[in-house]
Structures are given as structure tokens and as C-alpha cells.
């Protein structure tokens, strides 16, 4: 069992930057970066693999957004910069054992981090 404990959520204006951290229990998984808006469906935004070769985001957040990870303190992150209203979400860390954007294929899930961005 992999427990994952995010961090680095808050309120931010438009046009500002946020850092997410999700530190995990376990090593070797392929750790993304999913979020939910209100009243909508959990969406994928970004994941990464355990070597950093293998590196992919929604399209809405390409160019903003970059993924990376720390392999000694089993530790990802998420740099959230030119942050928009849209991006209001709780945005959930996920570990899994294949590169995907479907939720189905991450086992281990955290609780979620609040990001708001005022306009």
C-alpha cells in the first residue's frame, strides 16, 4: 500500500504560480497529477515516469504546467505558473505501474489539495 500526502495548495490571482508537492511512500510508479473542478468530472493534467523519459500533459495546461520529481525523497511536483480562473480544481496526486491519462490505471490516490484562482 502506497500512501500519498499532497501539499503546496491555496488561493492564488490570475496570472500567478503555485507549486504542488506529493510525497510518497513507495518508489517506482508513474506519479500524475489529476484534478476536479466543481460540478465537474476528475480530469487528468500531467504525469510522469520514474526515469522522467516519459512526460505528458492535458493540452489545457501545456505550456503552463511542468511535472517533475524528486526519486530520493520520493517526491513529485507540479509547477503551476500563468494559473487562470479555470484552474480552480482539487487537484489529486496519483501512482500507478504504466504511463496512462485514464484514472483507472493509478492504484494509489491522495486526499487532494484545494487551488483557487481568483480572477
Known amino acids: 500500500q502506497v500512501q500519498l500526502v499532497e501539499s503546496g495548495g491555496g488561493l492564488v490571482q490570475a496570472g500567478g504560480s503555485l507549486r504542488l508537492s506529493c510525497a510518497a511512500s513507495g518508489s517506482g510508479y508513474v506519479m500524475a497529477w489529476f484534478r476536479q473542478a466543481p460540478g465537474k468530472e476528475r480530469e487528468f493534467v500531467a504525469r510522469i515516469n520514474w526515469s522522467r523519459s516519459n512526460i505528458a500533459y492535458a493540452d489545457s495546461v501545456k505550456g503552463r504546467f511542468a511535472i517533475s520529481r524528486d526519486n530520493a525523497k520520493n517526491t513529485a511536483y507540479l509547477q503551476m505558473n500563468s494559473l487562470k480562473p479555470e484552474d480552480t480544481a482539487i487537484y489529486y496526486c496519483?501512482?500507478?505501474?504504466?504511463?496512462?491519462?485514464?484514472?483507472?490505471?493509478?492504484?494509489?490516490w491522495g486526499q487532494g489539495t484545494q487551488v483557487t484562482v481568483s480572477a
Open positions: 496519483a501512482a500507478g505501474r504504466k504511463p496512462s491519462v485514464r484514472e483507472v490505471d493509478y492504484e494509489y
